[in-house]
């Protein structure tokens, strides 16, 4: 895998510092503002990863709305981006379907470098080169404030589960 993720920079409005333990066992401080960035009205947010899971490819609307720059993207595992409020079970979810070959479709709340975030509706597939699988790309849209309800319910729930 890449280096290890850097702490985030701690923002200039309150927020809520959280330290994130990932699957590998590296942890990282995060900081929350609180605050939501809209999502950018008729654009795509779109990456590629290797099959670790680091970013390999950014489009131009995911370094706008990460508040990352492209370099500073490239190298790091997409986790980078992981909200403290997203269960463990979500990101569980999408890598046994994706490693499995199959689509993964769902509802995100990312964090932004600044401590803000964002909500998307991601679709990420394997992508298949002569027979194997090189990495993943996902796809996000903008999605619905219905559906961002119902999935940050669904969430907390999930994230009371873990735990208890």
């Given at each position: ?41 008729g ?16 489009n ?91 999935a ?13």
């Amino acid at each position: 895998m890449g280096s290890p993720i850097p702490n985030a920079v701690k923002p200039d409005k309150p927020f809520e510092q959280t330290t994130l333990t990932y699957y590998d066992g590296t942890s990282r401080t995060v900081y929350d503002t609180g605050i939501e960035r809209p999502y950018p009205d008729g654009k795509l947010i779109v990456s590629r990863t290797d099959l670790d899971g680091v970013l390999t490819h950014v489009n131009d609307a995911f370094v706008e709305i990460s508040g990352y720059s492209e370099d500073e993207l490239i190298g790091q595992p997409q986790s980078i981006l992981r909200h403290p409020d997203m269960p463990k079970a979500a990101y569980k979810d999408l890598w046994d379907t994706v490693k499995s070959g199959n689509k993964w479709h769902g509802y995100v709340k990312n964090l932004c470098k600044d401590g803000s975030h964002y909500w998307v509706y991601a679709t990420v597939v394997p992508n298949v080169r002569r027979g194997e699988t090189v990495g993943y790309t996902s796809v996000r849209r903008k999605p619905s404030r219905s559906k961002i309800e119902a999935a940050t319910a669904q969430y907390a729930q999930m994230q009371q589960n873990e735990e208890g």
